[in-house]
């Protein structure tokens, strides 16, 4: 992809100008528009495809691959047969045998059968004033240590390399959406450059090879057929003699000055410098990558911030609610205390056991019997059914005052013993509930007034609530409450008349049923629902600006103004300027102007 940006850049910034260089200097008869200094329009993607057919890194790419197919031919040339032929045409100008000439002739009858005068060399190839030589030679390569092959292998490589096809493969129209940093990260390091780098490394190692075929011998058969003719005068004539020559010839490396030991190393050498290479490349264009993640994050997240959010008013019910936060506690609380410094001898009772009023929990030294305040629980129960089988008798008039007055005596009575026992006795419940803490301990000696047990009268729990005066004008008693959390709900039980002296707080306290969830010593954070609409057009809160409202209207916004009614934390009442069903801003709108064109999409 850069490559291909770096050959639109040339099309879009070096044309015009070559263009006009071009037009003032040989004309602009019948020239392309850019060369008459017309403007040309050009789409991106036709851009695009004249820098893939005229740039100059394109041509040069095909000028490598046009070398690379004949360095091939040359290297396939090595394993093909060898034919040559020659003609050599020598004239003597002066020879040895020429002294033997000078010196005389052989005189006539001497045996040889030659006249006297006649040159004896004249049937022989030497000495001759013209000599004509035709060959014609065959060799063929049968062992060259894999050299060809091994040429081909790279050749072939370098070919492959560079017959990469050249074209767009990402659309020019692009959506800005999150990526898959994985797989952008993969094709990253399979970028051409990086796959050039790696086949030259591979490139390297066949370089490798071929230097080590140095160490090895070679081997060809050579076959060669010659004629040759010495005539009298500067021409041939028909008198041609042959010569045929066949042959093997084997080469051994002995020594060439440790000429094939350093082609070694260097193949060697160029390897692991191309190895360094294609890491820094790698690391290169991993870092590039990092920076252009980091580029589109920071360009995704502007797109982001300029988008905004549209939503539907519509129409539904509005509560308000005052959220306010403190401590449940029990509708009563009492805590036993000891009554002198006895050493507590046995506490009956744990955090979260359920007891009652009377009942004894915990016992001192030196205290009373259970047997007494049993009996004394008994004469008080019998008092008071006494009283209640008279009390419908006395009402009719069946029975007469002083008896109704017996009754209720002896009653006082029997509630006087049980109390006079629990004073002997200590350590009961002063009220029914659960035991919330026991600060005591078995064998312990407590200082007289020291809490022992504290019981919480859990029939209901109460939240009492500090509010400034200000809160305190929008309460009623009454008013519905809940605690989220536990999934409680009460109402508003009290509101102090005048606020507190020394805070200037007002005190208000929630109640909530003793079945509910709720636990005494909590920090609750308790609503109070102070207003609720029905049925009401509502947008979210964060739609209304200055009492107004951007309302996205066909494809233009409108800053539109609205009377607003009740609200909470997330929605607000529109009394008045906008219907259920339009479309409002909820973010982004800081972007938009009056009229502004804007486009809806999923």
Not at 24 to 45: I, K, N, Q, V, Y
Not at 338 to 352: F, K, L, T, Y
Not at 531 to 537: N, Q, R
């Amino acid at each position: 992809m850069a490559s291909v940006v770096g050959l639109l850049a040339v099309a879009l910034y070096t044309a015009p100008g070559e263009l006009a260089a071009q037009s003032s200097s040989e004309g602009t008869e019948g020239a392309p528009a850019a060369m008459r200094g017309e403007s040309t329009s050009l789409s991106l993607d036709e851009a695009v495809e004249r820098a893939l057919e005229f740039g100059e890194e394109v041509a040069l790419v095909r000028e490598q691959i046009a070398q690379a197919e004949e360095e091939i031919t040359q290297v396939r040339s090595g394993a093909l047969p060898q034919v040559s032929g020659n003609l050599t045409d020598t004239r003597q100008i002066r020879s040895i045998l020429d002294a033997l000439s000078d010196a005389g002739t052989l005189p006539p009858g001497n045996g040889n059968g030659m006249d006297e005068g006649e040159d004896p060399f004249a049937d022989l190839p030497f000495g001759r004033p013209n000599t004509w030589i035709a060959t014609l030679s065959v060799s063929q390569t049968l062992y060259a240590a894999g050299q060809v092959s091994i040429g081909l292998d790279i050749a072939e490589r370098v070919r492959a390399l560079l017959r990469s096809e050249l074209e767009l493969t990402t659309a020019l129209e692009a959506e800005l959406r999150d990526v898959d940093r994985r797989a952008l990260e993969a094709a990253v390091l399979d970028r051409p450059s990086l796959q050039a780098a790696r086949a030259q490394i591979r490139i390297g190692e066949d370089q490798v090879r071929l230097a080590r075929s140095g160490y090895r011998p070679t081997a060809s058969a050579f076959a060669e057929v010659g004629y040759q003719s010495f005539p009298r005068t500067v021409f041939p004539d028909s008198d041609w003699r042959e010569d045929w020559n066949v042959g093997v010839q084997i080469s051994v490396p002995i020594f060439n000055g440790f000429r094939t030991g350093a082609e070694v190393e260097q193949a060697r050498s160029e390897v692991r410098q191309s190895e360094l290479e294609r890491q820094q490349a790698e690391d290169g264009l991993l870092l590039e990558f990092d920076g252009a993640v980091g580029d589109f994050d920071a360009a995704l997240s502007q797109v982001t911030a300029r988008r905004t959010t549209v939503e539907q008013a519509d129409r539904g019910d509005l509560e308000s609610w005052r959220q306010f936060s403190d401590t449940v506690t029990g509708e009563r609380e009492a805590v036993l205390r000891a009554r002198s410094d006895d050493e507590i001898r046995e506490i009956r009772a744990d955090v979260g056991d359920r007891v009652t009023m009377g009942q004894t929990l915990v016992r001192q030294a030196g205290q009373g019997s259970d047997a007494r305040i049993r009996q004394a629980q008994a004469g008080v129960q019998q008092a008071d059914r006494a009283v209640e089988r008279l009390r419908p008798l006395w009402e009719a008039g069946a029975r007469s005052d002083q008896d109704w007055d017996d009754a209720n005596t002896q009653l006082e009575l029997a509630e006087a013993d049980l109390e006079s026992a629990a004073e002997v006795q200590g350590g009961i419940a002063p009220i029914s509930g659960v035991i919330s803490e026991v600060p005591a301990r078995v064998g312990s000696f407590p200082q007289p007034g020291d809490p022992l047990v504290r019981v919480v009268d859990d029939s209901a729990y109460r939240v009492p609530l500090r509010i400034s005066e200000g809160q305190a004008r929008e309460l009623e008693r009454g008013m519905s409450a809940r605690v989220a959390a536990y999934d409680a709900t009460g109402e508003l039980d009290r509101i102090a008349i005048q606020a507190s002296a020394v805070t200037r707080l007002v005190e208000v306290e929630a109640r909530f049923p003793g079945s509910s969830s709720l636990r005494p010593g909590a920090l609750v954070t308790v609503g109070i629902l102070v207003a609720a609409a029905e049925d009401v057009v509502r947008v979210p809160r964060q739609a209304l600006r200055a009492g107004a409202v951007w309302v996205v209207s066909g494809d233009e916004a409108e800053f539109r103004e609205v009377e607003v009614g009740l609200r909470n934390e997330e929605m607000v009442e529109i009394v008045s300027g906008l219907d259920a069903g339009e479309a409002v801003v909820v973010e982004g709108a800081s972007l938009l102007s009056d009229g502004a064109r804007v486009q809806v999409v999923d």
